[in-house]
T-cell receptor, first 110, second 114 residues
Framework: SQQGEEDPQALSIQEGENATMNCSYK?????LQWYRQNSGRGLVHLIL?????REKHSGRLRVTLDTSKKSSSLLITASRAADTASYFC??????????FGAGTTVTVRA | KAGVTQTPRYLIKTRGQQVTLSCSPI?????VSWYQQTPGQGLQFLFE???????NKGNFPGRFSGRQFSNSRSEMNVSTLELGDSALYLC?????????????FGPGTRLLVL
């Protein structure tokens, strides 16, 4: 079974707009990671946030983590056509595996 | 450094056959993990190896097995293939020393079972 659930399942935005997606999980974690996947290819790591962190930034990406609510959000600002992809959250519980959510498919329209 | 490589990239097999997939991790990485991705089940963890030892295994039948060699390269094997085994199989590597660990994924092997 999957640890995380993502919301929304799909998102369509105009170039230049911001995209926000959410991830909820069920059990305590060591860290939470976000990955991007383009058209059924391999996953690319975007950002990792530890359980004792609340917010992290990387370029146009902003991730928040609320361990009390067991949820995280990924914000992509000023979206570009190249941001069109599926985005996955993954939780690390320190058991040598990542548990992935179902993913959010983002389409950026020119 | 070269990234994670997986061979073959595409594979077509028939039911009942077996298949072996290979993964070469990033140089210096000692942990290799395998994941299965399907439209219905999403990304599911198969197993993780570190220094030739399996440290965790996902909820898959015994037809799915793996191993890791002394040079950290890993193989996974699926015997008696079923139609439902059609999937993208992803390999990921990391240093394996624990704690905050980013996984570096390969491009995947797409397996089609007919």
């Amino acid at each position: 079974s999957q640890q995380g659930e993502e919301d929304p399942q799909a998102l369509s935005i105009q170039e230049g707009e911001n995209a926000t997606m959410n991830c909820s999980y069920k059990t305590s974690i060591n860290n939470l990671q976000w990955y991007r996947q383009n058209s059924g290819r391999g996953l690319v790591h975007l950002i990792l946030i530890r359980s004792n962190e609340r917010e992290k930034h990387s370029g146009r990406l902003r991730v928040t983590l609320d361990t009390s609510k067991k949820s995280s959000s990924l914000l992509i600002t000023a979206s570009r056509a190249a941001d069109t992809a599926s985005y996955f959250c993954a939780t690390d519980r320190g058991d040598y595996k990542l548990s992935f959510g179902a993913g959010t498919t983002v389409t950026v329209r020119a | 450094k070269a990234g994670v490589t997986q061979t073959p990239r595409y594979l077509i097999k028939t039911r009942g056959q077996q298949v072996t997939l290979s993964c070469s991790p990033i140089s210096g990485h000692r942990s290799v993990s395998w994941y299965q991705q399907t439209p219905g089940q999403g990304l599911q963890f198969l197993f993780e190896y570190f220094s030739e030892t399996q440290r965790n295994k996902g909820n898959f039948p015994g037809r799915f097995s793996g191993r890791q060699f002394s040079n950290s390269r890993s193989e996974m094997n699926v015997s008696t293939l079923e139609l439902g085994d059609s999937a993208l199989y992803l390999c990921a590597s990391s240093p394996g020393t624990g704690g905050k660990e980013t996984q570096y994924f390969g491009p995947g092997t797409r397996l089609l079972v007919l």
